[in-house]
């Protein structure tokens, strides 16, 4: 039994830190060249990516903090916010929606800060930009969300 | 001499001649400076003391605004409607626009991994701020340790820093502010005024045993502070008069007039009343002018010191000193002149004739044991002031040394500083302090997310995006400085010792000292030497002095010996009781100076003048007891009672300068009564012939 605890908090300790499949120029330029697909929040010099799933409740708090320090995040920093399902959360279909709408920031606001259920629009097909992100977030070895990259470095 | 006299005394009756103009236009000058004077007295010195000086200069230079710390105390027992309140109350003071920052148990990091579930999880720093006052109880309540900077005896402070002086009144908790600055208007001012006045009046009638002495006694004493003061603030209109320049001026006034005073009155026991005044003027005159030559150019020239306090000082005695001389001679005996006393006596004619046959007679063994141990009281003095740093009194209540790292862009190079600093103040402090720094939280955002943490290789950006978007670093970041919090846990440790050790550990480059009280320290510390050579000065400026009135090398070595005396002994006694130098110490120690410079110049002039009319030395010492003893320790006991008598003003400053002047005052007195003339004796008594 002690070793099984053992075992599972060195286990534990060993993937506190993200994985990170490729290296760090590599991820970087990965990440660079995906912006198109990114849902972007403030303006400021300093990227950052974060691969975030709308129903994950870990994802709703980051993106809680980035809203509750707005005025001081929004003009240091940008952040690109790549939609990507924990199958757990079955939220493929609120990824379409988001990136469908007109307005995803605020999609997103509404929903992982306000908290409000909108409604999906079901999609039977994957649209090209979900399959990007995937492929991408395969690459790199996105394997929990928020899933941070800050030069070219995961946390 | 013929000729000096015969000047004097064509001098004496001009002025008798044109008395009513003299007094008159005197008169009005003071009246009309007296009702311009309406700037009160500062008697809180922090704004002289920084300004000119190095570390103040430092973040002026930086543009970096100095912050004052307030020490809020409240009680405390626990309970979860405590918690709940001092969370209220703390998040209300971040929010005021007034408050730059907010150091209390709330305000403590603490990081931890969020979780979600499988593959969902993500560091969150937090302060007991964002917790419920339910699991802020608990985690103070398991962490006392850490807490209890801030927790003492049912008690919780808060420390608010902000720019200026915070009005805190109408806080919605009972509590306790620390310290303030201490305001007092320009009425707070005219009672303390009257307070020593009314003191002075009563002692001189005592003294005298006539109420014309006290009156005459305050007819000078006003118009010489008024002008003086006035002079000050017209000369340095931008600078506030601190109120220990109204009790330099006092003093230097008083001891004038009390030499001519006394002389006055005692002549008149043989000489009629303008006699007396024409032998009273020509007595004193020299002594006096000599005095003030060594108090403008010696004590005076702490006008050069870059510090605006030491500056304001040495410009006060310096005008202090020529209002104090012209008013002595013109405004003192166009005033005697009207005057005169009836039955005069002498109180110390028996005493003077005693103590002189003592004195004569004293055993020389018991006087070189005495000088012996003075002189290895001096060494001893000396030795510690060159090899020990000097311990300025602290704010005893202020906890926090803040400063403020110059970074412009914050780099890994300045995390490897940080940890220096860290690693070496542990280890010079030990437990007795705490630290604050990026390089803290930082460690402590690693330590959570199991990261290995390297200074020099961690990837700061990560660490910096961190405490951005947690609001860890709106504290800790600002306008290109990154700021360092000193916590002193024991009381034990003297804060003055900390702010050395960093300004040895940075050596002036980077780091600014930011918060006023540890400003105040470094400030005063660096004033410590300026105040010590300036005394060594005066000291060298009155043996040369005296060697010019006797062209007498044994009366300089006298004038050394009986100056450094009472110094010695004080600051024997303020290093064994440990006491820490402050403002009020050096200001003690100005006056102590200026007192003893007016005794051995006095001294010496009567005893050298006796000695060569061919006086036994045992006449010249009784003539010198008489004529100068006396006025000497009436004049030094008025102003020791004086000092005393304001140890029972509210106001700190006061009180304590009153204390030490006191006692300086009292060890001065001892000197030029016991030791100087048995100097004179045992150095000049077997002379053959006459000096």
Sequence with gaps: MKYLVLIILLQLSLFAEARQLLDVNETRHLVEFAEGDAIILGSGKKKIYAFIDPYCKVSQAYIKSLYKSEKRMFPKYSTYLFLFELPRKHSADMISTIYKSKNPQQMIKSIMVNGKKLPEIPTKQTDAKVQRIYKLAKKIGVHKRPYIVINGKAY | ?691
């Excluded at chain 2, 009972?174 to 600055?181: D, F, P, V």
């Excluded at chain 2, 600093?421 to 330590?447: D, Q, R, W």
Aim: aromatic fraction near 12%; glycine fraction near 4%.
């Design chain 2, 1 to 691: 001499m013929r000729n000096k006299t015969s000047m004097i005394q064509r001098y004496l009756n001009l002025l008798v001649k044109l008395r009513i103009f003299v007094v008159a236009g005197i008169s009005i000058l003071t009246i009309f400076l007296f009702f311009n004077m309406n700037k009160p007295l500062l008697h809180d010195d922090v704004k002289l003391w920084l300004d000119g000086s190095q570390e103040y200069n430092r973040i002026l230079h930086e543009r970096h605004p100095k912050s004052i710390i307030t020490q809020l105390r409240m009680p405390y027992k626990g309970s979860i409607k405590d918690i709940k309140m001092l969370q209220e109350l703390h998040l209300s003071m971040q929010n005021s626009e007034s408050i730059l920052q907010v150091v209390s148990p709330f305000s403590h990091l603490s990081a931890n991994m969020l979780d979600d579930g499988e593959e969902s999880e993500m560091l969150s720093i937090s302060t007991l701020l964002d917790v419920s006052s339910k699991d802020a109880k608990e985690y103070i309540d398991e962490n006392m340790e850490y807490f209890k900077f801030f927790l003492e005896d049912e008690k919780i402070s808060f420390f608010i820093v902000s720019k200026d002086t915070l009005d805190l009144e109408n806080l919605p908790i009972k509590a306790e502010l620390i310290h303030s600055n201490v305001t007092t208007g320009f009425y707070d001012d005219l009672i303390l005024i009257g307070i020593l006045l009314a003191i002075v009046f009563i002692l001189f009638a005592i003294a005298f045993k006539t109420t014309l002495s006290s009156l005459m006694a305050l007819l000078f004493i006003i118009p010489t502070t008024v002008i003086t003061v006035s002079l000050f603030t017209y000369i340095s209109p931008n600078a506030y008069a601190h109120v220990s320049i109204l009790l330099i001026a006092l003093t230097v006034s008083l001891m004038d007039f009390i030499y001519i005073y006394y002389k006055w009155h005692l002549f008149q026991k043989k000489h009629a009343p303008v006699e007396a005044l024409l032998r009273s003027f020509a007595t004193t005159l020299r002594p006096i002018f000599w005095t003030s030559v060594i108090s403008v150019f010696g004590l005076g020239s702490l006008i050069f010191s870059d510090s605006l306090i030491l500056n304001s000082i040495g410009l006060n005695i310096i005008l202090s000193s020529l209002s104090g001389f012209v008013l002595s001679f013109t405004w003192l005996l166009a005033l005697l002149s009207f005057t005169k006393t009836k039955n005069p006596f002498s109180v110390t004619e028996k005493s003077s004739h005693y103590f002189a046959i003592k004195e004569v007679h004293f055993h020389s063994t018991l006087l070189n044991v005495f000088l012996v141990t003075t002189a290895l009281t001096f060494i001893f003095n000396v030795y510690h002031f060159y090899t020990e740093p000097v311990t300025i009194a602290a704010n005893e209540k202020s906890k926090i040394v803040k400063l403020a790292l110059k970074t412009d862009e914050l780099k890994n190079a300045d995390l490897v500083y940080l940890e220096k600093l860290h690693s070496e103040i542990g280890c010079e402090f030990g437990s007795a302090i705490s630290t604050k720094s990026l390089y803290s939280e930082i460690a402590k955002i690693a330590e959570a997310e199991n990261l290995p943490f390297n200074a020099l290789t961690s990837d700061l950006e990560h660490f910096t995006f961190m405490l951005d978007l947690y609001g860890g670093s709106s504290n800790m970041i600002n306008n290109g400085f990154t700021s360092i919090e000193i916590f002193l846990q024991k009381d034990s440790v003297q804060k003055s010792k900390i702010i050395q050790w960093l300004r040895d550990f940075d050596n002036g480059e980077r780091l600014l000292i930011t918060d006023t009280d540890s400003l105040l320290n470094a400030a005063k510390f660096d004033s410590v030497n300026v105040m010590f050579y300036v005394v060594a000065f005066v000291i060298l400026l009155i043996t040369l002095i005296v060697w010019v009135m006797t062209l007498d090398l044994r009366f300089a070595v006298i004038a050394i010996i009986v100056n450094v005396t009472p110094i010695s002994w004080f600051f024997l006694f303020v290093k064994l009781l440990d006491v820490a130098l402050s403002t009020e110490i050096l200001v003690a120690m100005i006056i102590a100076v200026a007192l003893a410079s007016d005794a051995t110049v006095h001294f010496i002039h009567h005893y050298h003048f006796h000695r060569k009319r061919n006086h036994t030395a045992q006449m010249a010492l009784e003539r010198s007891f008489l004529y100068v003893g006396t006025p000497l320790g009436l004049g030094n006991s008025i102003l020791g009672l004086v000092f005393l008598l304001m140890m029972l003003v509210s106001i700190d400053t006061i009180a304590l300068i009153g204390l030490y002047s006191a006692i300086l005052v009292g060890l001065s007195l001892l000197t030029d009564l016991f030791v100087l003339p048995v100097l004179f004796v045992k150095m000049i008594l077997h002379e053959k012939g006459h000096v």
